[in-house]
C-alpha cells in the first residue's frame, strides 16, 4: 500500500527564514513520482514541485526545493526566504503504479502541514 | 491558460434539493477528477474520467452522479445530499499520457465549499 506522512501538523517561520516541511513515504514501487501542493485559504491546490524517484538531483524552483533522500524515503520541501504569503497548507502527494487508477497511478496525499509565516 | 474553472464556488442547499457542480479546463487534458475535501485534511479522490470515460469510481455514493460531456467539462449532480456532505470539492485535470506517467502533475481548480442543511 502506498502511504505518505507529514509528521509536523503546524509549522512557524519568521518572515525571510528558511523553512522545511516533513515528508515520509512508503511504496514498495521502484518509479514513483512525489509532488507538493500549496492550498491556501482561498482553496485552490497550487502545484508547487515534483521528484521523480529516478532524478539524481534534488528538484528546485524558485524559492522551493526538494531535499530526497531515496533511502530514507524522505522528500522534504525547503522554502527559502519566507515570505508572508507562503502561510498556507501543504501537501506532499506520491504517484506510483501500483496505487490504480488513469495516468500510471493515482495521486496519495498526506495529511498536511499549516505553515505560518511571522513578520 | 493553465487554468481549471469551477462554478460556483459556494452552493448552499437543501437535502431535498438537486444541483450540479461545473468544471471546465482548456488545456487539453484527457483526465478530469473530482475530490472531497473536508476542512483541514487531504483530498479524498471520488471520481475519474479518462478520456471521457469514467476510469475510477471510489465507491461514493450514488447521490453523487458526475458526468462528463466533453473533453474540457466535468460536472458533479447532487441529489438529497446529507449534512455530512459539505465539505470541498475539488475538480483537477492531467493530461493523461496513457503511459507511465508518474510525473503528471494534477492541475487544481478552487474548489466549491458546498454546505447542506
Known amino acids: 500500500a502506498q502511504k505518505i506522512t507529514q509528521t509536523q501538523p503546524g509549522m512557524f517561520v519568521q518572515e525571510k527564514e528558511a523553512v522545511t516541511l516533513d515528508c515520509t513515504y512508503d511504496?514498495?514501487?521502484?518509479?514513483?513520482?512525489l509532488f507538493w501542493y500549496k492550498q491556501p485559504s482561498s482553496g485552490e491546490m497550487i502545484f508547487l514541485i515534483y521528484?521523480?524517484?529516478?532524478?539524481?538531483q534534488n528538484a528546485t524552483e524558485g524559492r522551493y526545493s526538494l531535499n530526497f533522500q531515496k533511502a530514507r524515503k524522505s522528500a522534504n520541501l525547503v522554502i527559502s526566504a519566507s515570505q508572508l504569503g507562503d502561510s498556507a497548507m501543504y501537501f506532499c502527494?506520491?504517484?506510483?503504479?501500483?496505487?490504480?487508477?488513469?495516468?500510471?497511478?493515482?495521486?496519495?496525499f498526506g495529511q498536511g502541514t499549516i505553515l505560518t509565516v511571522h513578520p | 491558460d493553465t487554468e481549471v474553472t469551477q462554478t460556483p464556488k459556494h452552493l448552499v442547499m437543501g437535502m431535498t434539493n438537486k444541483k450540479s457542480l461545473k468544471c471546465e479546463q482548456h488545456?487539453?487534458?484527457?483526465?478530469m477528477y473530482w475530490y472531497k475535501q473536508k476542512a483541514k485534511k487531504p483530498p479524498e479522490l471520488m471520481f475519474v474520467?479518462?478520456?471521457?470515460?469514467?476510469?475510477i469510481n471510489e465507491s461514493v455514493p450514488s447521490r453523487f452522479s458526475p458526468e462528463c460531456p466533453n473533453s474540457s467539462l466535468l460536472n458533479l449532480h447532487l441529489h438529497a445530499l446529507q449534512p455530512e456532505d459539505s465539505a470541498l470539492y475539488l475538480c483537477?485535470?492531467?493530461?493523461?499520457?496513457?503511459?507511465?506517467?508518474?510525473?503528471?502533475?494534477?492541475?487544481f481548480g478552487s474548489g466549491t465549499q458546498l454546505s447542506v442543511l
Open positions: 474520467y479518462s478520456y471521457e470515460k469514467l476510469s
Open positions: 502527494a506520491m504517484k506510483s503504479p501500483n496505487a490504480g487508477g488513469t495516468s500510471y497511478g493515482k495521486l496519495t
Open positions: 488545456m487539453g487534458h484527457r483526465a
Open positions: 483537477a485535470s492531467s493530461q493523461d499520457s496513457r503511459g507511465p506517467a508518474t510525473n503528471e502533475k494534477l492541475f
Open positions: 521528484q521523480g524517484s529516478y532524478d539524481e
Open positions: 511504496t514498495s514501487d521502484q518509479s514513483y513520482g
